[in-house]
């Protein structure tokens, strides 16, 4: 089993920066890759970021490169998404996800509230 915890969200005016963190707990070892993904109002979820567990292979959206970087503290068990220039359009909530190499996303906490106002 393994719990994820988010955190860092919030309310703030567009150019500001937030960096969201999700605390994992319990099997870190069955991890291959964590997750960044939010759901906007009335939107699917989708997903904006990833990082191995075990190596440097990240992926980050198109529409966020250059504004949004994903992570990692090993040692804290801790995976972070810094988030500069925000727009509105980054409104959502984020969630974190496990992925254990399966293509499955097996584990999700229950989100942050990132809120952007123009």
């Known amino acids: 089993q393994v719990q994820l915890v988010e955190s860092g969200g919030g309310l703030v005016q567009a150019g500001d920066s937030l960096r969201l963190s999700c605390a994992i707990s319990?099997?870190?070892?069955?991890?291959?890759?964590m997750n960044w993904f939010r759901q906007a109002p009335g939107q699917a979820r989708e997903l904006v970021a990833w990082?191995?567990?075990?190596?440097?292979?990240?992926y980050i959206k198109d529409s966020v490169k250059g504004r949004f970087t994903i992570s990692r503290d090993n040692a804290k068990n801790t995976v972070f998404l810094q988030m500069n220039s925000l727009k509105p359009e980054d409104t959502a909530v984020y969630f974190c996800?496990?992925?254990?190499?399966?293509?499955?996303?097996?584990?999700w906490g229950r989100g942050t509230q990132v809120t952007v106002s123009s």
């Open positions: 996800a496990t992925e254990g190499g399966t293509g499955y996303y097996d584990y």
């Open positions: 319990g099997r870190t070892d069955i991890i291959d890759a």
């Open positions: 990082i191995k567990w075990n190596n440097d292979r990240t």
